[in-house]
C-alpha cells in the first residue's frame, strides 16, 4: 500500500511539472504578430460554501481574469496524508479586465476559457486546517475573445490569523487576434453572477474527495 501511495504522488508532482513546463513553452507566450499576452493577477474566492464554484477578481491597477470558475470534472485523488492532491478539468466565464479596475466593461476580451489543472495542500492532521496548498491551472481551450488562447495559471492558499483562506492567482494569458471578438456588459462583479447551470456538471468521482479542494 505504501508503495501505492508513493507512485500516486509522484504521478501528481509529475503531471503538476509537465503541466508548468508546457505553459511555460515559447509557444504559449504568443510573441509573434497575431497574439498579445497579458500578465495577469488577483484573486479567488469561493462561493458560499461550495468546493466547485468560485469567483475570480484582478487586482487594482493590474489585468486580471474576472467573472466565475468552476471545476468541471475531478479525474484523480491522491492522498498520502498530511498531503493530498488532485487533477481534472475547470472552466472560467468571464472577462480579461485589461485595465485592472475590475469590471467587465466595454471591448474587453470575455468568454469562457477552459483548464486543465493539478492542485496539492498539506493538513494540520489535529486540526484538519490547512497549511499550504497551491494549484497549476493549463489552458487547454476557449470559446468567443478567448478562441485559440493559451497559457498558464498559478494560485497559491496562504492561510490567514482569522481561519479562512487568501487564494491569489498569477498567470500569462495569451489572446490571438484571430479570435472573434466579444465583450460583456458594463458591471462589477463582487460575488458570483452566472447561474450554476453555466458550467459542465461535476463528474460523479468529485464526490469522492476526501478533502474540499483548496483552489
Known sequence: MSKVRRTAVLAA???????????????????GSTSKTYRVQGVQQPVGSSIELYTVKSDKGHPGLVGDWAVTRTHQVFSALPWYFETGTEQFNGCLDVNGDNRCRGREPAGQISFDYAAWAKYDLNTGAELTGGCWHQITGGTRAFTNVQGLVTMIDTPRTDGSILTTYRGNVTLSTRAGSASLPDSTLPESTLPESTFAPAGADAAARVQPRAC
Request: aromatic share 0%.
Open 13 to 31: 508532482v509529475a503531471l503538476a511539472c509537465t503541466t508548468v513546463l508546457v505553459g511555460l513553452s515559447p509557444s504559449a507566450a504568443g510573441a
